[in-house]
């Protein structure tokens, strides 16, 4: 992303935009938005000497973003995301309703089948853990009663799946489910593996620590507690993948009802220590996203050829 580089922190700072999720643009999108990139990068050292290139630099962004609406239909939200009536929840605690989103609209959209669903729970900040229902198609809603203060966290991850991208005879191109050898006769033009996974915070009381790191397929992490959660503020995100912190990757956010919905208002990267800088300026319910994409191991090649996995941070932003 053409974000300004903090030269002290070396955390990149965000932009403002209202355009569909870099991670799902085609290459050729990308490719140009890899290019402006790296210019408004080096732009922001040159700032001091030559005036008003960071201006330019944040006009070559948005045309580049703006393009992305060229391809609406390669858009993909559909992947678990968690909410709960009560993200915040006095010292005493208090009741909350979890229930999971799938789909482009917040908080509800298309409904979610139990059998994708690998795990869902509710952690608490002393270790503990609840195995949460979900049964057939649904928003498998639970009730929750919360007693002890400090974060706890409500996770969610799919079964992993791959899909395939093959032709008939007729030459026709089709994305069907199974690995490559699960399609008989069939050309495979190319397969992913796909994963995805969410957690909502729930933080109980003033004094709540930042919570500390799940061990999920990927996360995103807060660095800060829930009492700096606030609109106007940095809040330091970190993005770990098989719990090793992820490098130079898109981190985008909206708000709860924000439009249309298949856009994000947030858009920033990770730097080399997997931390992206988020600045939320409203409060409310916000929901934060990670996409990656990686070639597959040379075992797993048989079977498909991309790893993909998403994963999803629902918080409370307050004034």
């Known amino acids: 992303m053409a974000d300004a580089l903090d030269s002290k922190s070396s955390i990149r700072e965000g932009v403002w935009v209202r355009v569909p999720p870099p991670a799902s643009l085609m290459k050729p999108t990308r490719f140009l938005s890899f290019l402006f990139s790296n210019f408004c990068l080096n732009a922001s050292v040159w700032s001091s000497a030559i005036g008003g290139i960071q201006m330019i630099c944040r006009t070559l962004l948005i045309m580049t973003l703006l393009l992305a609406l060229a391809f609406p239909t390669l858009l993909h939200g559909h992947e678990v995301k968690v909410f709960a009536s009560n993200l915040r929840l006095p010292a005493e605690g208090g009741r909350t309703t979890v229930y999971l989103g799938y789909g482009h609209r917040m908080p509800i959209d298309d409904l ?29 809603a ?17 079964r992993p799946s791959i899909y395939s991208y093959v032709y008939d005879s007729q030459g026709n191109r089709s994305l069907k489910r199974g690995g490559k ?27 709540a620590k930042a919570p500390a790191p ?7 992490v807060p660095l800060a507690a829930p009492s700096q959660w606030r609109a106007g503020r940095d809040i330091n995100l970190q993005v770990l993948v098989g719990q090793k912190p992820k490098e130079f990757t898109d981190l985008i956010a909206r708000p709860l009802g924000f439009k249309p919905d298949d856009a994000w208002s947030f858009a920033t990267e ?10 939320p ?24 050829d991309w790893n993909s996995v998403t994963t999803t941070l629902t918080l409370e932003i307050e004034p």
């Open 112 to 140: 979610l089948d139990a059998q994708t669903i690998e795990k869902f729970e509710l952690l608490g900040p002393d270790g503990s853990t609840k195995i949460l229902t979900a049964q057939g198609l649904g928003v498998h």
């Open 142 to 158: 639970n009730i929750a009663r919360i007693d002890s203060p400090g974060v706890h966290r409500v996770v969610a991850v799919r």
């Open 181 to 207: 050898s699960e399609h008989g006769e069939l050309k495979v033009d190319t397969a992913t593996r796909y994963q995805d996974c969410g957690v909502a915070l729930i933080a109980v009381g003033e004094h």
């Open 214 to 220: 799940l061990g999920l397929p990927a996360e995103i």
């Open 270 to 279: 990770t730097n080399r220590d997997g931390i992206a800088r988020f600045r």
């Open 281 to 304: 300026d409203k409060a409310g319910t916000w929901l934060v996203k990670v996409s990656m994409k990686t070639p597959s191991k040379a075992n797993e090649s048989k079977d498909f």
